[in-house]
């Protein structure tokens, strides 16, 4: 494993003067990650900036309408949090159903979205409920955040700060996990805002993307009956060892079915 | 008299060497640091087939901290990994050995195979130095797929142009032939039995040191045999002589197999060793040992099943072409054809069998043992077709196995086998009763009513543990003895080392043989040690593996036990001044039968170490007593399984409900223990059917090398699993009546798994769903059943 600096600031401002100052620096969040890349040679940055120490960006508060979390903010206290759970339980169950308890307690929301990886569950929960990326120079629609495989909106430098989650009157997360990583094989979030339904889907794909069919079919009808017999196209989507993009676009409508049913608190 | 001890045998005693593993206080490989040692990194190919046109390693060399940089040209002279099994292929010709060099010399054969080895002062400089190396490689075309390696344009070695490594038969195939001639029914499937890696915890490791004072090596290894290896490696490979040469395989966390074989690693290690004058040490990172680790089964094989009308089966016939990978590791040539076609038989009288076996070179990772080692591949066959031919015939697939069981004893197979003893049925009824089948339509109702599938599978197997005798052993091809040793040494104050040949690496022997020897001794557990594993203490060992330990490794202990007992008895006789024919010993004591007259076990040991009163003219001081116990037949453990799965359509998930396990092992020594071994190879079969599968794509990358894509079973991906271990019938021919207990989880629980499966799919007309049936393969096997 290469050697990097390692600084630790405790502002926004100073983090990202340390990113300017650092050719090829990387922010390090909960290293769940950066590290394992780093470890195994796929990665050597200069320099890692610890955000561990920038207290600002843990935690979360009701903000109006919406849930923000901060973006150091562990998936371990997104899962415990009283606010995420009394306002949106599917996005505490998504957090409380990442990788184990140890990446749980070390792994960061803002981390997990920066990486934009194609199985992560939180782009799911993000993009379903159409959260607000907030970083300390602006704000990015969740439509605008996810790009493609490992890419995002976030320009070099730039830092997230917190994700302003909307409280939807319902949601959920399924979740089908790839059998030897546990990451997600597929993984769908259904979230209802008055009629309107958002689906967001990952693992399927090179990132988290809409189901469009799926939400149009569920803001006509909120029911499990709406996703039978709804065919995803296959065209995009990944296939390997553990699926391929026919059995990854059935699983689709299949988790979908499920998270409507969760939703509406039908076993 | 005093009433006797209540026995040791047959009480679950705790591990004893739990503390250490539980409280980080084992010394394993890695834990051994020795003066002034250097670290070893291997430069691995990325391909699977590539001529090595030049090695440039002048800037590694020069790199900060390299010692030393060796290659193939270095070890050229040197002999290659020997095999340690001949086997003749049909024709009488000797099967194809290439030569299998500790670091390659031109050609790379297998993703990982080592290209050079870098000895430097830290582990990072030796990496970083590897990154320098530059390795000229002409890419070749890669063979792969065992099915059709022998098609191939591509030979692996210019010895086998064919990549056949032997074409071996067994059984009658006339009387097969005929057989099928007059069959009511035949029922026909072919199907793979997938590759697995093996991934003990604990990954292989080596230490290895040269002494200028004496001449001498200390080699440290994770190893299931020492003393093997010590002998392979110095007689085989450097020419070593053997007595200067000391293996210490300390504590081991696990091998299933994979720790038997004699790696390039630890040999390539103990010869440079000399050459760089400091002891040099590595550790595999887990992705070379998913690179580089022996792998087991990867078997396709057709089988046919002949029945008369009544349901007997009349024939078995079986053509199986087995993978060896780039190389013949250490055992692989009698996995495929002695520990596997000889087992064909199963539990059933079946009359006539005949199997071929095409054993083939691919550019992959040798293939070699791995927990139950061609008897998982001979049970997932014979069980397989078994269940199938009761589905066609329409009956009960438990009616059908009674109706074929061996029910008289000892029973010569026809392939080659003697069944000592066995009670099939016993184990069948009781499985049927602990697994509630009477229940099953009632739970199959309710899971129809959730939109769910269940299915209930069988497995019927029998296991030949402890392969022995060496005479025939030898006749048959083996190249070693399988015989193991042991030593008692009574200590002065009665308190007894044993040293055993066979090694612990997970199974409990420091507990087990202790309650043995204790038992016999009448002597407390606390007063026994067990040494094993180092061959500067263990007289000989020929190791563990194939459920062999209680059996032989026990029984050598047993045998050295009754030399000293023996011996205890003169000394006794002339502390009491009776004759030695009236000594008896039992509860620790030797007495004067019929009298109360007596000697303590401690007081007699301390006579034979302080000879005063002592009959010096006729008997030498001491007390400590060796011996080799070659057993005259296998023992043969076996069960019945029945597991019950519950298959959700949408999705192709496999859950298993509940597993249920009703094993005879003869005597058993210490419950605990064996429903522990149970539980874990119950976990690797489960795994295998549903989880495990090594994958290699066509350029021969393993896309399975990393727990990211190789599917290991966790706790949750398991029942609780009800076991049971039946009375029994004890083995006839060792003194415990033990069996081996070690394998049986993983040789007889895969059938059992995939049986339920195609029973729970057997709405959409579905006879076979390939290992590792994951959700993906199981949803796939539905739509084309669908279609």
Redesign the interface.
Known sequence: MATASYHRPVSIADAGKLLTENDDARLLAGGQSILPSMRLGLLAPSALIDLSGVLELKGNRIDGKSLVIGAMTTHAMVAESREAQSKIPALAALAGGIGDRQVRNRGTLGGSIANSDPAADYPAGVLGLGATVRTAKRTIAADDFFKGFFETALEPGEIITAVSFPVPDRASYVKFPQPASRFALVGVFVAQFGKAVRVAVTGAGACAFRAKPLEEALTKKFDVQSCDGLVIPADSLNTDLFGSAQYRAHLIAVLARRAVQQALGQS | MNAARESLIGRSVERREDYRFLTGVGQYTDDIKLERQSYAYFVRSPHAHARIRAIDAKAALAAAGVLAIFTGKDVASLGGLPCGWLINSVDGSPMKEPKHPIIAEDTVRHVGDQVALIVAESLAEAKAAAALVEVDYEMLPAVVDTATANQSKTAVHAIAPDNVCYNWAIGDAAAVDAAFARAAHVTKLSFVNNRLIPNAIEPRAANAAYSRADESYTLYVTSQNPHVVRLLMTAFVLGLPEHKVRVVAPDVGGGFGSKIYLYAEETALVWASKRVGRPIKWTAERSESFLTDAHGRDHVTTAELALDKDGKFIALRVDTTANMGAYLSTFASCIPTILYATLLAGQYATPAIHCRVRAVFTHTAPVDAYRGAGRPEATYVVERIVELAARELKMDPAELRRRNFIRSFPYASPVGLTYDTGDYEATLKRVQEIADVKGYAARKAASSAKGLLRGLGYSCYIEACGIAPSNIAGALGARAGLFEAGEVRVHPTGKVTVFTGSHSHGQGHETTFSQVVADKLGIAMDDIDIQHGDTGKVLFGMGTYGSRSLAVGGTAIIKAVDKVIAKGKKIAAHLLEAGESDIEFANGEFRVAGTDRKKAFAEVAFAAYVPHNYPLDRLEPGLNENAFYDPTNFTYPAGSYICEVEVDP??GVVRIDRFAACDDFGNVVNPMIVEGQVHGGLAQGIGQAL?EGC?YNADGQL??GS??????PRADDLPTFVVETAKGTPCTHNPLGVKGCGEAGAIGSPPAVINALVDALAPYGVRDVAMPA???RV??TIQTAKR
């Not at chain 2, 727990?707 to 290991?712: G, I, K, T």
């Open positions: 949408a999705t989880l994958v896309i399975t727990f990211s894509d190789y599917a290991l994951t959700p993906y949803w796939q």
